[in-house]
């Protein structure tokens, strides 16, 4: 069958690579790989990778590129469904023979659900659906395929039993042909990452326990499958071929890496060995020597999820992490200028204005270099949604962020509304990057470098409009007067 692999069109800004995790247009421009759905499509021969919002392709778009296709697999998410959705019934209103199915993290937990709200869905790929896709794009009986749940000719539903973990990781192949082939490099942005940069995983999973993470609960599980180190140097000899020059860095954007010393060494020697400059999510427990080790062999920057600067707040959300240690962890990348884009949520259980303010203070102590604050999300699946349904938590029941994507809560508590949350988000940037210090760094970096400074200009005009679109959209909601 001919299959067509898409992460549709959704508001403008909207980052469907992430989406399913982050519900909201970023406050600048970013676009994450679509490496969800790049698996199964370097697996299927033939097959055709669309990523809508990063090259501005609107729904008409698709469709002529739809149109040739006899089997579509679309990414969803919790807040992008409804959207999707449509795109599903768009599509087959063109093309009434093809199947349209989705895959993604909200889709695994709620197949049937997600089957019986939406008739214009055919199938749906639940856990480990890579190669779900494979023998689906092969015309194998339905009834055959392990991890699908789907619709029959009479309308009834049937769920397959589960597919198992993929058993040899080595043998998946290379994502990057793909890219190179269906994407343009140019089109991902990303605040803390040069540009052009490329990001994909060597595995899945993540054994951490952390109760809002999505990918975990749902898709990837709590053991990280993934490549030998081996198999990873061969991707990367691949892509040094096919890229060159063009990509200035590389983005491992497995969960924790870093979980697996050995591991991360072993592929930081590779990126050493082709002189790539690489950068990849962490925890903060990783020890001197071995960020020591990581710089050495080409480590720039590392994404840390620090969540929040209260420590009862963290053992909540069973993120295995204290303040020292973080505390520990940051003044070692200080001293080995390892940058550090730190994650903060707001809104996690149960906060409270002076929790606020711990975190507000505790970014600003630690520094990294740059920041990004997001609103607790419990999507279904992990156990923050089940927290939040049975302590009556949720002020609304979905996530979806509106047609302008301004992120918003769906969780209020006794000391903390929904919308003491959302004002939150802008304090802690304003607090943060508005201060002499962060001010000063900004300012040294732009003089540099003619290309950052571009950037940061681009970048700040970008922050500054979603600010005044967020007074607009918050004040529109509340029904509060309010001025551009």
């Not at 296709?69 to 795109?87: A, G, R, Y």
Request: net charge neutral; with cysteine.
């Amino acid at each position: 069958m001919k299959t067509l692999f898409l992460s549709p069109p959704s508001f403008d800004g909207f980052d469907g690579g992430a989406g399913a995790r982050y519900q909201a247009k970023r406050e600048v421009t970013s676009f994450w790989y679509p490496t969800w759905l790049a698996q199964p499509a370097a697996l299927v021969p033939g097959s055709t990778l669309v990523d809508a919002a990063p090259h501005g392709l609107g729904v008409d778009d698709v469709l002529k590129i739809a149109a040739g296709h006899d089997l579509v697999v679309m990414h969803t998410s919790t807040p992008s469904l409804p959207n999707d959705v449509e795109c599903a019934r768009r599509v087959k209103q063109a093309n009434p023979n093809a199947k349209v199915g989705f895959i993604g993290a909200h889709v695994a937990v709620l197949p049937e659900l997600t089957l019986e709200q939406n008739p214009i869905v055919d199938f749906v790929c639940r856990n480990n659906f890579d190669y779900t896709c494979v023998e689906l794009s092969e015309g194998r009986p339905w009834e055959e395929i392990l991890g699908l749940s789907y619709r029959d000719a009479n309308g009834e539903l049937h769920k397959n039993a589960e597919r198992p973990d993929v058993a040899d990781w080595d043998a998946m192949p290379s994502v990057l042909p793909t890219y190179d082939k269906f994407l343009d490099i140019r089109k991902y942005y990303n605040g803390y990452l040069l540009h052009p940069y490329v990001s994909w995983y060597t595995g899945r999973g993540c054994v951490a326990k952390c109760t809002f993470c999505l990918w975990p609960h749902t898709i990837g599980g709590h053991k990280f499958f993934h490549k030998s180190a081996a198999a990873v140097g061969r991707d990367l000899d691949e892509a040094k071929s096919i890229f060159g020059d063009r990509v200035a860095e590389y983005m491992f954007d497995d969960d924790t890496l870093t979980g697996e010393k050995e591991y991360a060494i072993a592929l930081s020697k590779h990126m050493k060995r082709l002189n790539l400059s690489w950068a990849c999510n962490a925890r903060a427990h990783v020890d001197y020597d071995t960020l020591k080790t990581l710089r050495d062999n080409g480590l720039r920057v590392l994404l840390v999820g620090f969540e929040s600067g209260n420590q009862e707040i963290l053992h909540r959300i069973r993120k295995g992490l204290n303040l020292g240690m973080a505390r520990e962890f940051m003044k070692n990348c200080h001293k080995l200028g390892i940058k550090v884009h730190g994650t903060f949520i707001i809104g996690l259980p149960v906060e409270t204005p002076e929790t606020v303010r711990e975190t507000i203070e505790f970014a600003k102590e630690l520094d990294p270099h740059t920041i990004q604050v997001s609103i607790a999300s419990p999507y279904p699946g992990t156990v923050l949604y089940d927290q939040a349904l049975a302590n009556g938590w949720f002020a609304r029941q979905d996530l979806v962020s509106g047609s302008n994507g301004i992120q918003t809560s769906t969780l209020s508590y006794e000391h903390l509304s929904t919308a003491e949350i959302e004002d939150s988000v802008e304090r802690m940037y304003r607090e943060f990057y508005f201060r002499p210090k962060k001010i000063a760094k900004i300012v040294a970096e732009m003089i540099t470098s003619r290309q950052m400074m571009v950037r940061r200009l681009r970048e700040g005009g970008e922050f500054f409009g979603y600010l005044r679109q967020r007074h607009i959209s918050v004040g529109k909601r509340r029904g509060e007067a309010v001025t551009a």
